[in-house]
Every structure is written in C-alpha cells, then in structure tokens.
C-alpha cells in the first residue's frame, strides 16, 4: 500500500498546486538516490523540463497570492492540476523510493488506474482550495490571500517530501485536508444563511 499512498500524497500536492510535487520528484530523482524514476518517466528529471516547471511554478505562486487574480488562476488550474495530479500518481507509485522497492507489483499492468486516481484526487483537492479561497478573501478583505497561499504551498510541498521519504504521513495531510473541507462548507452555509436572515429582515422595514 505505500505505493498507493506514494502516489495519493504527490496528487493531493498537485490539487494545491500543480508544479510543486513534479518539481520535487525531478529534483530528488536528479540530484538524490530518494527516488528512482522509472522507464517513461525520467523526462521529469531533465534539465529543460526541470526549467519549464519551475517557471510555471513561479508564475502560479505570484498569480496565487494576489486577490481576484486567485480567482482566475484557480479556474484555468481546474484543468492543469488534475492533469499534474494523473501525471504525479503514475510516476510516484510506479518509483522506486527509499521506502518501496517492488513498485511495479501493486498495480500490475493496470497503469491507467494510477494516472486515473491521480486526476481524481487532485482534482477534489483542487475543489476544496479554489472553494476555500472566496471564503478567506471575503473574511479578510483580500489581505489573507497571500497567507493562505503560503500555507497552501508549504502544505503541498511537505505532502510531496513526505510521499516520497515517509508516505505513511500523507494519511495526515489527508486528514487535513477534509478537515478543511468541512470547515469551508461550514464556513459557506453559515454565510447563505446570514444572506438569507439579512434580507428577510430587511423586507419589512422597507415599508417603513
């Protein structure tokens, strides 16, 4: 299983951002014996395609910190970071890692089943973070973006680590993240709510 859980930690990575986990695996394949890429996927560790992802990272973490421009980076992201989370489930779960030296055997020659997963689970991630995000920007009048983002970032970067040295953990950064997505649909009910009691207590005084 903890090539399941390999691959679950660097897809949730990719829902909060898409670039961060493919950048990890392709610096750590590159530069450490932490991860073993395997055939088909050694293109991550290649020094062009370790530039090109890092530029998209640096555009998405700006894009992400700023108000509005969030917004609209979250809906172009609903397609990139399901994609990245396919693409970061099949290379991590089919690695070798400091923790899985039989990868191959778990998931046998259904490959598309990973690449499947992956788009899934980023893509419900990616939900509970672009929902979350109108929610901080109303509550705090646009200045907790940057914050959010930040943590967001830091989050998706130690889920990307840790499926990799200590995939065990990822279960949680899971748990986190469901956590969080209560609290927004809480957060997003209460808020309906108030809309609703405001403008039903208004209806009479408009009559004087």
């Given at each position: 299983m903890?090539?399941?859980?390999t691959g679950t930690?660097?897809?949730?990575?990719?829902?909060?951002?898409?670039?961060?986990?493919?950048?990890t695996?392709?610096?750590?394949?590159?530069?450490?014996?932490?991860?073993d890429?395997p055939?088909?996927w050694g293109?991550?560790?290649?020094?062009w395609?370790?530039l090109?992802?890092?530029?998209l990272?640096?555009?998405e973490v700006?894009?992400?910190?700023v108000?509005?421009?969030?917004?609209?980076n979250d809906v172009?992201?609903?397609?990139?970071r399901?994609?990245?989370?396919?693409?970061?489930f099949?290379a991590?779960?089919?690695?070798e890692?400091?923790t899985v030296?039989?990868?191959?055997?778990?998931?046998?020659?259904?490959?598309w089943?990973?690449?499947?997963?992956?788009?899934?689970?980023?893509l419900?991630?990616h939900?509970?973070?672009?929902?979350?995000?109108?929610?901080?920007?109303?509550t705090?009048?646009?200045?907790g973006?940057?914050v959010?983002?930040?943590?967001?970032d830091?989050g998706?970067?130690?889920m990307?680590?840790?499926?990799?040295?200590?995939?065990?953990l990822?279960?949680v950064?899971?748990?986190?993240?469901v956590?969080?997505?209560?609290?927004?649909?809480?957060r997003?009910?209460?808020?309906r709510?108030?809309?609703?009691?405001?403008?039903?207590?208004g209806?009479?005084?408009?009559?004087?």
């Open positions: 903890l090539e399941a859980l930690g660097l897809a949730a990575s990719a829902g909060l951002n898409a670039y961060i986990p493919l950048v695996m392709g610096l750590l394949a590159r530069y450490t014996d932490l991860i890429l055939n088909g293109w991550l560790a290649n020094g395609t370790l090109i992802l890092a530029l990272l640096a555009i700006v894009a992400d910190k108000p509005v421009v969030d917004h609209v172009v992201q609903t397609v990139v399901p994609t990245a989370g396919g693409l970061a099949g991590g779960s089919a690695s890692t400091v030296s039989d990868p191959g055997s778990f998931f046998g020659s259904h490959q089943v990973p690449i499947a997963a992956g788009v899934v689970i980023a419900g991630v939900g509970v973070k672009a929902a979350s995000r109108p929610v901080v920007n109303t705090t009048a646009g200045f973006a940057p959010a983002s930040t943590a967001e830091i998706s970067v130690l990307a680590v840790l499926a990799i040295v200590l995939p065990i990822v279960l950064g899971l748990l986190l993240i956590i969080g997505g209560f609290w927004v649909v809480r997003r009910r209460q808020k709510a108030k809309r609703t009691q405001l403008s039903g207590s209806a009479p005084h408009s009559f004087g």
